[in-house]
């Protein structure tokens, strides 16, 4: 059973072994194992495909250069990684009050990880997910800690402390970008959690290397996890710039189309062999964008979309709208040129885009002279316009949506039946559904729509 964080991990007591000795020992209850064979949901091999195989290959050809860093790119020395200076952690729970902090903390044995799994996928489901195991990984150095236990004992000490990791499984996430301009990927956001079976804690001169070592035993369960915690809150960025740095690196130079099957292009939904132009010629980039942003809609159940039930007001009488939802959203398509200009360090992105064959319906309580129930509203619409400039930062890499506008809003075609004896108030009725589908597409486009743009244009990389 792998367990997430320390805060969910089992400890049992072993007592000291006579009061001369100055040092407490502590085992878990689960023993340490090995890994001699596979671990238990290890894939042999690891990579799901042809890609992900190269990064496996190279993550193990660079194992020996986990003790002097790559300085190329960057990556300080990993194994051993430190010393680290001052690093605090606090523990309150009912038994235990108590401030400490470990200091020139070294970590060790990094470089026997064993690569679990290395998932690697394009296209519209693109994500990168990794899975380490190391039997153990060690942390050592200098601890001081000052606190109560049971409200009632004093607990201190200082000295040398070692922390053994059994079992340990490292698992990763990323978002991953793949740019058909230059036929490269990348990923990015890459997230790091730690899983691990066993603890193993030894702490020096505890209580001045006095002789309560039965009483620090049924405590030390709740010493180990925050102290592991807070040092593995160190650790992690470090080794999460330096994973997804390295796999950028190997990412860099490899040409996808060159490892990824005709098939799997298809599946894609990507055209790697169609001529996107220099830059001046935005317009595969664009629809490329608006393909993804597509199919966010959809995958996002903005298509139909639920409109919010309302009450009009038409002079005449009043109007209760209900059940009404909004279709065709996902018809976004490039509306002529767009063109791509680098102007200093900016790339500017200018384009006409277009929805079309929007319809939306409603079903309506109509109050007048009388009352009627369950008119159908349906209205459509032919198309309506949008110019957008959008401006990439060539050296942050931000994405700004400077300019989002509807420049044309299509006529409104409204449809009521069953008003039976307000049949009189059709046309002021009509008017008023029309304001109202004017102003609720409007202002879906002009929020959720341009933010789907917004994240694809941030999440894909421009030529």
């Excluded at 009521?416 to 046309?427: F, N, R, T």
Aim: aromatic content about 8%.
């Amino acid at each position: 059973m792998v367990l997430p964080r320390a805060t969910n991990t089992f400890f049992s007591t072993v007592s000291v072994m006579g009061p001369v000795i100055c040092r407490l020992l502590v085992v878990t209850l689960l023993a340490g194992t090995t890994f001699a064979q596979l671990p238990d949901g290890c894939r042999d091999p690891p990579g799901n495909n042809n890609l992900a195989a190269i990064i496996v290959k190279v993550l193990e050809s660079v194992r020996p250069l986990l003790s002097t860093g790559i300085p190329d790119l960057g990556i300080p020395p990993l194994d051993p990684m430190g010393p680290f200076p001052y690093i605090p952690f606090h523990i309150d729970v009912s038994s235990l009050r108590l401030d400490g902090s470990v200091n020139d903390t070294l970590v060790k044995n990094l470089a026997q990880f064993i690569i679990c799994q290395v998932n690697f996928t394009l296209g519209i489901s693109e994500k990168f997910a990794i899975d380490l195991r190391m039997d153990d990984f060690h942390i050592d150095g200098q601890y001081d800690v000052n606190g109560l236990a049971f409200s009632l004992f004093p607990i201190f000490g200082g000295g040398n402390y070692i922390l053994d990791v059994y079992g340990a499984g490292i698992s990763g996430g990323a978002k991953v970008s793949y740019n058909p301009f230059s036929d490269h990927a990348s990923i990015k956001n890459l997230q790091l959690d730690i899983m691990f079976k066993d603890l193993k804690l030894v702490l020096e001169c505890i209580l001045g290397c006095g002789d309560m070592a039965d009483l620090i035993n049924s405590l030390i369960g709740e010493i180990a996890p925050p102290m592991f915690n807070a040092i593995w809150d160190v650790i992690d960025p470090i080794l999460t710039d330096a994973l997804q740095d390295g796999i950028n690196h190997i990412l860099k130079n490899i040409s996808i189309s060159d490892i990824i099957t005709k098939d799997q292009i298809q599946t894609m939904e990507l055209d790697f062999t169609g001529d996107y132009g220099d830059i001046g010629n935005g317009g595969k980039f664009v629809d490329l964008v608006l393909g993804i942003v597509n199919n966010l809609v959809v995958s996002n159940g903005m298509d139909p979309a639920p409109l919010p039930s309302t009450s009009l007001n038409f002079g005449l009488g009043t109007a209760d709208l209900y059940d009404g939802q909004l279709s065709k959203l996902s018809t976004l398509h490039r509306d002529g040129l767009a063109t791509l200009d680098k102007i200093a360090d900016w790339v500017f992105l200018y384009a006409n885009i277009a929805v079309e064959d929007l319809e939306v319906s409603y079903t309506a309580n109509v109050t007048a002279s009388s009352h009627v129930t369950g008119v159908k509203i349906s209205a459509s619409i032919g198309r309506i316009s949008i110019y957008m400039v959008a401006r990439d930062d060539l050296y942050s890499k931000k994405v700004d949506l400077d300019q989002f506008v509807i420049t044309e809003f299509g006529k409104i075609d409204v449809k009521i039946e069953g008003l039976g004896v307000l049949g009189y108030v059709l046309a002021p009725l009509t008017e008023a559904v029309a304001n109202l589908v004017h102003e609720d597409i409007a202002n879906i486009l002009e929020t959720q729509i341009k933010d789907y743009i917004q994240e694809v244009l941030n999440e894909t990389p421009w030529p």
